[in-house]
């Protein structure tokens, strides 16, 4: 199978197996046609082996770890089951790994679908495979969607509250276990967020979607002597598999019929407030679309070490409210700087982190393979 491609399950009762390079920790996750757990028991792995319908078979000599599901066996409110897998320690990426997923029959053991994701990298978890319903049948989906933050950022996303559960190979026993506190989901409930570097935020508001129209506006002070500073603002699209797929810039203002639309060209960062901005549809983006990065250039060659107060907001498009700031704080003597990304999780929201890398590259163009390499 590839990516997003599915086929029936001609079983009733299925395995999926995950192997790879390295032993993985294999998780199931049972999840509503809402595509959310019920309560961490919907979790089901090395130490809760057991759920309605699911179960967690372990590594042995000459089997690989696996979730086992009986779909007749499934509460009739669950409408999916999500197969992850991630290492023992919650450090390592999944590079080179090749995590491999073999569906069978459970009874007989034939192979009914094999799925390898491309191109892992920094990814500590993975969605690997997820089995769902249409009307009363089952089908399986290949999925391959990586996760940096590992096991916490998957289980955040399907609204599991302890995620460390399965986020690691226990610890050998050292003397009374201490409690992991649960990892907090920063969302916009309570209002604008400021972010630094590396910080993340959920755009989502009380569980749900907060907008579905955004606004990216970036801004820098002119020079003030010397050659007037000439900064670009671009967002370039990708997709699952870190392809670029569109770019909107000052060459091309609009892309996919309008649902991501540059403001123009500012030659100079002269008046006050943002000098450019990038305007973003996220329900008029195509399917494929699963990240946006955000990123600025100088075209006129000067490095950032000579350019004042540059940030990045983002803004709800039809209100014009401030949700979220990142400004930088530093700066290196190169001539582009990735500023954010917009990240499509599996779930479907979208979460927003402020990168702050520098990157020599006078234009967009320059900028397409190591924005790649930061989603």
Same mark, same amino acid.
């Given at each position: 199978?590839?990516?997003?491609?599915?086929?029936?399950?001609?079983?009733?009762?299925?395995?999926?197996?995950?192997?790879?390079?390295?032993?993985?920790? /294999?998780?199931?996750?049972?999840?509503?046609?809402?595509?959310?757990?019920?309560?961490?028991?919907?979790?089901?792995?090395?130490?809760?082996?057991?759920?309605?319908?699911?179960?967690?078979?372990?590594?042995?000599?000459?089997?690989?770890?696996?979730?086992?599901?009986?779909?007749?066996?499934?509460?009739?409110?669950?409408?999916?089951?999500?197969?992850?897998?991630?290492?023992?320690?919650?450090?390592?990426?999944?590079?080179? @790994?090749?995590?491999?997923?073999?569906?069978?029959?459970?009874?007989?053991?034939?192979?009914?679908?094999?799925?390898?994701?491309?191109? $892992?990298?920094?990814? @500590?978890? $993975?969605?690997?495979?997820?089995?769902?319903?249409?009307?009363?049948?089952?089908?399986?989906?290949?999925?391959?969607?990586?996760?940096?933050?590992?096991?916490?950022?998957?289980?955040?996303?399907?609204?599991?509250?302890?995620?460390?559960?399965?986020?690691?190979?226990?610890?050998?026993? /050292?003397?009374?276990?201490?409690?992991?506190?649960?990892?907090?989901?920063?969302?916009?409930?309570?209002?604008?967020?400021?972010?630094?570097?590396?910080?993340? /935020?959920?755009?989502?508001?009380?569980?749900?979607?907060?907008?579905?129209?955004?606004?990216?506006?970036?801004?820098?002070?002119?020079?003030?002597?010397?050659?007037?500073?000439?900064?670009?603002?671009?967002?370039?699209?990708?997709?699952?598999?870190?392809?670029?797929?569109? @770019?909107?810039?000052?060459?091309?203002?609009?892309?996919?019929?309008?649902?991501?639309?540059?403001?123009?060209?500012?030659?100079?960062?002269?008046?006050?407030?943002?000098?450019?901005?990038?305007?973003?549809?996220?329900?008029?983006?195509?399917?494929?679309?699963?990240?946006? /990065?955000?990123?600025?250039?100088?075209?006129?060659?000067?490095?950032?070490?000579?350019?004042?107060?540059?940030?990045?907001?983002?803004?709800?498009?039809?209100?014009?409210?401030?949700?979220?700031?990142?400004?930088?704080?530093?700066?290196?003597?190169?001539?582009?700087?990735?500023?954010?990304?917009?990240?499509?999780?599996?779930?479907?929201?979208?979460?927003?982190?402020?990168?702050?890398?520098?990157?020599?590259?006078?234009?967009?163009?320059?900028?397409?393979?190591?924005?790649?390499?930061?989603?």
């Amino acid at each position: 199978m590839t990516p997003g491609g599915n086929a029936p399950l001609t079983a009733t009762r299925v395995t999926v197996e995950v192997t790879a390079l390295k032993p993985l920790n /294999v998780s199931g996750l049972l999840l509503t046609e809402a595509g959310k757990a019920r309560s961490d028991a919907d979790l089901v792995f090395r130490d809760a082996p057991k759920g309605p319908g699911v179960a967690h078979r372990p590594a042995a000599r000459n089997a690989p770890a696996a979730i086992t599901v009986d779909t007749a066996a499934l509460p009739r409110e669950i409408g999916k089951v999500v197969v992850t897998a991630n290492l023992d320690h919650a450090s390592d990426t999944l590079a080179g @790994t090749e995590p491999t997923a073999t569906v069978r029959d459970s009874i007989t053991g034939a192979v009914l679908v094999t799925f390898t994701p491309r191109r $892992l990298s920094r990814e @500590t978890a $993975l969605v690997v495979v997820e089995l769902y319903r249409r009307g009363d049948a089952w089908k399986v989906r290949a999925v391959g969607q990586g996760y940096a933050n590992g096991m916490a950022g998957i289980a955040g996303d399907f609204g599991v509250s302890v995620p460390s559960r399965a986020s690691a190979a226990p610890p050998k026993p /050292v003397g009374p276990p201490a409690a992991s506190p649960p990892l907090a989901k920063v969302t916009l409930d309570k209002g604008k967020v400021s972010l630094v570097k590396g910080g993340s /935020v959920s755009l989502e508001k009380n569980g749900k979607p907060l907008l579905s129209s955004v606004r990216m506006a970036l801004g820098w002070e002119p020079a003030r002597q010397g050659r007037n500073i000439d900064l670009d603002a671009s967002c370039i699209a990708y997709d699952a598999q870190r392809e670029r797929i569109e @770019t909107a810039w000052f060459m091309k203002l609009n892309v996919f019929d309008g649902a991501i639309a540059h403001s123009g060209d500012s030659l100079t960062g002269e008046g006050s407030g943002d000098d450019e901005s990038v305007t973003v549809h996220l329900d008029g983006l195509p399917s494929e679309v699963c990240g946006l /990065v955000f990123v600025v250039n100088s075209f006129s060659g000067q490095k950032f070490t000579e350019i004042r107060n540059a940030y990045c907001r983002l803004l709800d498009a039809g209100s014009g409210q401030e949700l979220v700031r990142f400004d930088l704080t530093h700066s290196e003597p190169m001539t582009g700087v990735v500023m954010c990304k917009l990240v499509r999780q599996y779930s479907g929201e979208w979460v927003m982190t402020a990168l702050g890398e520098y990157v020599d590259a006078k234009t967009a163009r320059g900028m397409v393979k190591p924005a790649a390499a930061m989603l």
